[in-house]
């Protein structure tokens, strides 16, 4: 990153696929599964996606450590595996679409979405500096 913006398109879509990896641990995801990454990144949904050189293992483990430290952030998922956080607020049902010029993601609801009242993060709007549209999320 240099002043809230990727280097180059390399970096841009490494990042997409890193996003990926902490979702499914998946170091080469289908194009099919990354529109949602694409755009946290600042990629228009249908750009062609190429991950380029294999994952690192600095890469893998940094991972591993964001996941913890957002398990960490919630005292209310305090023992939850890594696994069990993808599965239950990672690996998630939902429609993207546009409305009122900004992106919205529908996310199937869950009963134990209750817990994301308590939690520490914003997840109505993301608007990130490198984003052109923001991104409105309902759960």
């Given amino acids: 990153m240099e002043q809230n913006r990727f280097r180059n398109r ?3 879509q490494r990042a997409v696929g890193l ?3 902490l979702v499914t641990e ?3 995801p289908p194009e099919y599964l990354l529109p949602i990454n694409k755009l946290l990144c600042g990629m228009a949904p249908d750009e062609v996606f190429e991950f380029g050189p294999p994952m ?3 890469e893998t483990e940094e991972c591993t450590r964001l996941l913890q430290a957002a398990i960490a952030q919630a005292p209310i ?3 939850m595996s890594i ?3 993808r599965g239950t607020f990672l690996l998630r049902q939902g429609i993207l679409t ?3 010029g900004a ?3 529908r996310v199937e609801r869950k009963t134990y979405d209750v817990v994301l009242d308590r939690s520490p993060w914003q997840l109505d709007w993301i608007k990130l500096p490198w984003m052109e549209t923001a991104l409105r999320v309902e759960w």
């Fill in 56 to 58: 690192v293992e600095v």
């Fill in 98 to 100: 546009t409305r009122d």
């Fill in 103 to 105: 992106w919205l993601l």
């Fill in 77 to 79: 998922l305090k023992d």
């Fill in 19 to 21: 996003l990926q990896y």
């Fill in 83 to 85: 696994p069990a956080f």
């Fill in 26 to 28: 998946d170091p080469s």
């Fill in 10 to 12: 390399e970096a841009r």
